[in-house]
């Protein structure tokens, strides 16, 4: 790889990771501030972009689920690699995607100390904070929620991604 193809490459996952980062303070919704960065740099369709909606906070805000940052990666993982309706029939392109799940999957683990969202709170601030309760969603926020911990855990899972797209020749957007 030569020296100008590297440094696009590391100038796409810096963006990816800058661009989630931002979206995450100014907009919050991990799952869908995760696609949405990679969505600005490879050609995401929009459906997907609502459809993780509901993913951030651990399923709804509850905190119980996976971190939305990660589902919104494995939703992002699976446009680009899952098996289509027009391939439905073919039960082993269930598994297509996978090996790079795992991947992600693994580094998200050992980065945040585990996958749930109450997980990587406790990872980022010693506690957990539930979201769906005022004060305490008011203490989050004032521990650095928005401010600095999860943009960073945005813009490190879109950077994973992008790294992931890149590896497996996803192209990238033009422009």
């Not at 661009?19 to 995450?24: H, T």
């Not at 993780?52 to 906070?57: H, L």
């Not at 971190?67 to 919104?72: D, F, M, R």
């Not at 991947?103 to 980065?111: H, I, M, R, S």
Request: proline share 3%; charged share 20%.
């Amino acid at each position: 790889m030569t020296g100008g193809a590297e440094s696009d490459r590391e100038k796409i996952i810096k963006g990816v990771y800058q661009r989630g980062y931002e979206l995450e303070q100014r907009y919050y919704g991990c799952a869908q501030c995760v696609v949405a960065a990679v969505q600005d740099f490879f050609p995401v369709n929009s459906a997907l972009f609502k459809a993780a909606t509901s993913f951030s906070g651990g399923f709804g805000s509850t905190i119980e689920g996976p971190c939305g940052a990660l589902t919104g990666g494995i939703m992002v993982l699976s446009y680009f690699f899952g098996r289509s309706r027009e391939e439905y029939s073919d039960i082993g392109l269930l598994r297509r995607p996978g090996p790079m799940v795992r991947v992600y999957w693994d580094k998200f683990k050992q980065n945040y100390g585990g996958d749930s969202c109450r997980q990587v709170q406790y990872h980022l601030f010693g506690k957990a904070y539930h979201f769906l309760d005022s004060i305490e969603y008011a203490q989050y926020e004032e521990a650095g929620g928005h401010r600095d911990k999860c943009p960073a855990v945005v813009g490190q899972a879109g950077a994973w991604l992008a790294e992931l797209l890149l590896d497996n020749k996803v192209p990238i957007l033009k422009g």
